[in-house]
């Protein structure tokens, strides 16, 4: 391990040597593993191994990026880097990377995740359990991720650590008919508190009750979304928090710091601890990762920021500098005071939602959007279930479904999902007001 | 690249008795540059080069990769490929449909060596795409563009005696504009893309380009009016034909997804064997050709061989609005009883190759733009899209309109402000009564596979005009 560190710590003094300002160095030795499955079968196990060192170095506000893959081509790579920086633009925002020592907290990675011995027994531990819900007729598919990484980072503005990243996840996404399907993830940091049938029950169960639906009808609809859509929402959220997206408009939030943006009853948070899928104890600049409250009871906060943009916003950076622009890690919605079923007998007409995907923007300042709800789809009355729906989009606008949170459940699931639910999230069943459903025509 | 390594891999992967194996390298020079409202925010310059395996045994896949050169390293990830490919304990084993073997070598040609052109003059192209913005009479409050390079050098070989070498430059643009007037906002996006040299950029005409959509976005927030929602016709302007093309053709015409493959990712498709839709199916009008094409030369999607070494060549997939071929690998061709038509593509040596579209594109017809919009008496003229999106059997879908103007009477009149067309794939191509004859095309990342891997495709096309449908 020290061997590693050391050899990262060469590749900053070599830089600093050639003449550098500053210089970080980060080494990722990863392991990644994969089991694809339909059909409920094995379609392909992979493996990952991955070695690498990202370099950021800057001289004279002109910041260049490398990777090198292994440690004997150093010199040559950093002697082509440095020249690079030279020859490059500068940026007079740059505002330097993060300064000082930190203490870091230990790192709680399951070794148990440096490689699996039956990887494929997870996957039909699930399938088993969707099989308990649709039957026979099942047809299933998903992945099993796992993920062990080693992380060494030294900067020459001071931080200097080490961390274990540990991660296991699986998504299914179960058909008890051609139309019907339901979707469900397990997501978490160590192999004890993974249990792949609950999301295979999970999934088999709303299959089996989206049996027969019917297209959907558009409307003006109260909508109890379900963690795992939800967490696609908290995913657009999160990404508009960045600093970097504020700056090119790619968010709903520009202008909006220290305005009410939702009830009060919403807090939204960034925070990659130990349990989440993206846990890690410091950022690309080395500073420590904490919880951000973005949104403290309606009220936008903060933007996610690196020591750059940080300075640009007149503020501290909140540890969430990727390699060059800040990147939230995982989002937290807190609890409601209400049960999930009080949450559904609020609902006296209108739809739950338990998945979406494809979700894209007119105008991102707007928040003009719409994104296809997919698996199960179900028209509420009083709490029950009245018809199994398809075919709808939500065609709505961020602010406006995040203004019109009504209702929080206590109980939260961490999820992640693809590109469709990313960053992982906390993710509770969420109650929202006024949405609206438009389908082909 | 250490070729030697590879072929130790592929040697150690036959003698382990697997029924198929092959070795697949890449190397891969990169430079990235980001840049917000002129100003760089970094930029990067990398070598990413590593190898995989990937084996059939007992009728399942294993897959390995690593970026350490090593023999040892070689021999592991085999081993590990080889357990994988055991452990998947498939009832329905796998197999792939025969090919040839190939043994050759092909690459793609620059007229200015990308590596000739220095880091200034690259960084200069842009940043003078931002002065022009900021000058050209439009309040562009914000910008964000990049520069992705990729000169890439492939080496594949399979336990059937293939063995191929590539060389292929690829260089992309993106640039995404902000239009503030009027306290008002209007956003718009443009993707450029070509396999080849520096020359791409003569040919793309980037300022102009974005010049064009700021002067757009101005009018859409000072001039447009909203469309009184109804049936009339539209005309698709290539942009919007090249995506519907893309989304409610090509995507539902790979295999993999037809057989399940994606179905907890990317989906199923509306075309599934017993369902009302199959090869033989009309799908669409008799005007409607849509073709995948992975030869058409400096093309961002192009390549000679796909990356289990089967030959490139065009794919028929509407044919005059009759479902005609599905786009295959080697394993899907097998399983539906036919060969491969080479549409197995992966973007790096860490990835799977998958089934995945190269360019795609609605075939020309005999009109001119002018004609189309002469027989319209009432109607929309959707030139280009922003928000759009499609369900994941890829049926219903949705284009909202950047771009766009009212037709009365076979004149162009007023900018509309984002006109929705929110329809099925059958409507949509059975509407379709004529065709232009000028086909133009858009560089676009493609999304698929977990995890995820973009391809660089053409989405293209030219005007089509669709007879009675309902735009609000």
């Keep these: ?441 | 690249m250490e070729e030697d390594i590879v072929d130790y891999a592929l040697e150690y992967a036959k003698s382990k008795g697997a029924e198929y194996a092959e070795a697949r390298a890449q190397s891969q020079v990169q430079e990235r540059l980001m840049l917000r409202s002129g100003i760089l925010e970094a930029y990067v310059s990398a070598v990413d080069s590593g190898f995989c395996v990937r084996m059939i045994a007992e009728g399942g896949i294993g897959f390995a990769s690593t970026n350490k050169w090593t023999r040892e390293e070689a021999k592991e990830i085999v081993d590990l490929a080889f357990r994988y490919a055991k452990v998947a304990n498939r009832k329905d084993k796998i197999r792939f449909a025969e090919e040839k073997s190939v043994e050759t070598k092909w690459v793609v040609n620059q007229k200015e060596k990308i590596e000739d052109v220095s880091p200034e003059e690259k960084i200069s192209k842009f940043v003078d795409i931002d002065k022009s913005l900021s000058s050209c009479g439009v309040k562009v409050a914000a910008t964000m563009s990049s520069c992705t390079i990729d000169l890439t050098s492939n080496y594949y070989v399979n336990s059937e005696s293939s063995r191929i070498s590539s060389f292929v430059p690829k260089i992309g643009a993106f640039i995404f504009i902000t239009v503030a007037e009027q306290g008002k906002t209007e956003q718009a996006y443009e993707q450029f893309g070509y396999s080849g040299g520096w020359e791409a950029f003569r040919q793309w005409n980037i300022t102009e380009k974005m010049i064009h959509d700021a002067k757009v976005l101005k009018d859409v927030i000072t001039k447009g009016k909203t469309v009184k929602p109804g049936i009339m016709d539209l005309i698709c302007g290539s942009e919007v034909t090249g995506i519907a093309a893309h989304e409610s053709c090509g995507h539902p015409m790979e295999a993999d997804r037809i057989l399940g493959r994606e179905m907890s990712q990317a989906g199923r498709s509306f075309i599934f064997k017993g369902g009302p839709f199959w090869i033989g199916t009309r799908i669409g009008s008799d005007v409607v050709t849509i073709v995948d094409d992975p030869t058409i030369e400096h093309s961002y999607g192009y390549y000679a061989y796909d990356d289990e070494g089967v030959k490139a060549r065009r794919r028929y997939l509407y044919k005059n609005g009759v479902i005609n071929e599905f786009l295959h690998n080697r394993e899907t061709a097998a399983r539906l009883g036919t060969r491969s038509n080479a549409s197995s593509r992966s973007i790096n040596y860490d990835r799977e190759a998958i089934v995945r579209m190269a360019n795609t594109f609605v075939l020309h017809g005999e009109m001119t733009e002018e004609e189309l919009i002469e027989d319209v008496k009432y109607g929309v003229y959707m030139k280009s899209f922003t928000e759009w999106n499609i369900d994941d059997k890829r049926f219903n879908q949705r284009y909202v309109g950047r771009e766009a103007y009212m037709i009365e009477n076979g004149e162009l009149k007023h900018p509309i402000a984002r006109p929705v067309i929110e329809t099925t794939t059958q409507k949509f191509w059975t509407a379709v009564d004529a065709v232009s004859k000028k086909v133009e095309f858009d560089a676009a990342t493609c999304g698929k596979g977990d995890p995820s891997q973009g391809v660089p495709v053409y989405t293209g096309g030219p005007c089509i005009r669709l007879k009675g449908v309902y735009v609000k």
């Design chain 1, 1 to 441: 391990m020290n061997d590693v560190l050391n050899k990262t710590g060469e590749i900053v003094k070599k830089a600093k040597a050639l003449g550098a300002d500053e210089v970080i160095a980060k080494t990722t030795f990863g392991m990644y593993r994969q089991v694809r499955f339909s059909n409920n079968q094995v379609d392909t196990t992979v493996a990952w191994n991955d070695y690498v060192t990202d370099v950021a170095l800057a001289w004279k506000k002109r910041v260049v990026v490398t990777q090198i893959h292994n440690f004997y081509e150093v010199d040559a790579r950093i002697k082509k880097l440095l020249e690079l920086a030279k020859v490059s633009k500068e940026n007079p925002m740059f505002g330097g990377f993060a300064k000082g020592s930190f203490r870091y907290a230990k790192s709680k990675a399951d070794e148990r995740l440096r490689d699996l011995e039956n990887p494929t027994d997870y996957v039909f531990e699930a399938i088993n359990a969707a099989e308990k819900e649709v039957g026979s007729q099942i047809d299933s598919g998903g992945i099993l991720f796992t993920k062990f990484e080693d992380v060494y980072l030294v900067s020459s503005e001071g931080p200097v650590g080490v961390d274990s990243r540990s991660a296991i996840e699986l998504s299914i996404r179960v058909f008890s008919e051609r139309e019907a399907s339901g979707h469900s993830v397990e997501c978490s940091s160590t192999l004890k508190d993974f249990k792949p049938a609950k999301a295979g029950m999970k999934a088999g169960e709303i299959a089996r009750l989206a049996k027969n639906p019917k297209a959907g009808d558009e409307g003006v609809y109260d909508v109890v979304f379900d963690p795992l859509i939800f967490g696609s929402l908290l995913g657009v959220w999160a990404s508009m928090t960045s600093a970097f997206n504020v700056m090119v408009q790619l968010s709903v939030f520009v202008n909006k710091l220290d305005q009410k943006v939702a009830p009060e009853i919403v807090v939204l948070k960034d925070n990659p601890s130990a349990y989440s899928l993206a846990n890690r104890l410091f950022d690309d600049e080395g500073v420590p990762t904490r919880e951000n409250v973005i949104i403290d009871h309606g009220v936008l906060k903060t933007y996610l920021h690196n020591t750059s943009t940080a300075k640009i916003f007149k503020t501290e950076t909140t540890g969430n500098a990727g390699l060059v622009v800040p990147t939230p890690w995982n989002i937290e919605m807190n609890p409601g005071d209400m049960d999930k079923n009080e949450i559904f007998k609020e609902l006296k007409m209108g739809l739950y939602l338990t998945n979406t995907w494809y979700t894209r923007f007119q105008n991102y300042t707007k928040g003009d959007f719409s994104t296809i709800p997919r698996d199960g789809i179900f028209l509420m009355e009083k709490g029950e279930i009245r018809q199994s729906w398809k075919d709808i989009r939500i065609s709505d606008n961020a602010l406006s479904l995040l203004t019109n949170i009504a209702g929080i459940s206590k109980e939260r699931q961490h999820v992640h999902w693809w590109g469709e639910a990313d960053p992982p999230s906390l993710s509770p069943y969420v109650l929202i007001k006024n949405v609206h459903i438009t389908k082909s025509k």
